[in-house]
């Protein structure tokens, strides 16, 4: 990374900055825990239904929204959250690099897709908050980071220039919509989940920790 060639960094956050795991964890066990008490059904029962809705929403704005989730099923998912926050952590290496971009004077925006009221409570866990020039939800646009109009909406309250900017996603079809926009610089986070292996990744540049693009 030519840092001189940098002046904004975009960072998610789950995934990238934080470990996936109690995302995939509580959308794949928890929530369908959950959802078998207080409907009382077992649990293979109550996948069986969740698991096809969730691959649906998968890429739209609802599938990150909590209040969304909370009405169709019937369940409190912010409560749900606040159970589990314990697993909510940082991804190795994540304050060196964010305290490296300070002393680089780069801009440094978190751009997710996370819910207001995720993003808050991720934040009270971790206290990332002031590490950010910025923080920006994608809810606030109505629209998701896979959206392609989404990059030009955040140009307007975020002006960035797309040849001085790199954006670091686990997402590869997030990445694509920032590269179909003209965003330069893009990287792939390889192991996003701690619990589960690392992957390879062709269509993007990668890495599995901050630290390989630290000097």
Known sequence: MQWHTINT???DMD??????????????????????????????QAKAKLYPEFEQMMGHINWYCID????????????????????????????NFLKFLQQLQKRVVLVTNAHQKTLHLKMEKTALAGYFDAM?????????????EFWSMLQTIEPFDKNKTVFFDDSLPVLLSAKNYGIRYLYA?????TKLPKREINEFPSIRYFYELMP
Not at 19 to 38: G, I, R, S
């Open 9 to 11: 960094v975009f960072l």
């Open 15 to 44: 995934g990238t900055l934080l470990d996936l795991h109690f995302d995939n964890y509580f959308w794949q066990e928890y929530v369908p825990l959950a959802y078998a008490k207080k409907f009382n059904i077992d649990l293979e």
């Open 68 to 95: 969304y989730w909370s009405q169709s099923l019937d369940l409190d998912i912010l409560l749900l959250k606040q159970e589990v926050e314990h697993l909510i952590v940082l991804q190795p290496y994540v304050i």
């Open 136 to 148: 920006v939800c994608s809810h606030a646009f109505k629209m998701p980071k896979e959206h392609p």
């Open 189 to 193: 986070m390889s192991q996003p989940d």
